[in-house]
C-alpha cells in the first residue's frame, strides 16, 4: 500500500516530528517499507510524506501506535489541512 500525504501547514511541523522522534520509529515498524519527507522547493507551506507498507493491515495498525496517537495531539497546532491519496492498495 502507497499512501500521498500533502500537509498544509501552519507553522514548521517537520522539526517538530524530528524532535519527537517520529520519523524513525515509524520506519522501525512491522511492514513499513518507506516513510519519508518532502519540501517541495517552489510551495511554501507544503510538507509531503511519502508511505508505502506491505499491506493495508499494517499501515492501519500503525495508527494505533503511541507515537501516532501523539503526532496526533500536535497536528493541530501545526497543520491547517491535511490531503491522502492511496497510490497503491
Not at 500500500?1 to 520509529?25: A, D, S
Request: with cysteine.
Amino acid at each position: 500500500m502507497e499512501l500521498l500525504v500533502t500537509y498544509h501547514l501552519k507553522k514548521e511541523f517537520l522539526r517538530k516530528l524530528c524532535e519527537i522522534g517520529v520519523p524513525g520509529l515509524v520506519r522501525g515498524e512491522r511492514g513499513c517499507i518507506r516513510y519519508d519527507y518532502y519540501v517541495p522547493a517552489e510551495e511554501n507551506g507544503t510538507l509531503i510524506l511519502l508511505e508505502e507498507w506491505e499491506s493495508a493491515e499494517l499501515q492501519a495498525l500503525h495508527l494505533e501506535q503511541s507515537h501516532m496517537k501523539r503526532l496526533a495531539q500536535i497536528k493541530p497546532d501545526y497543520v491547517a489541512d491535511t490531503e491522502v491519496r492511496v497510490i497503491q492498495q
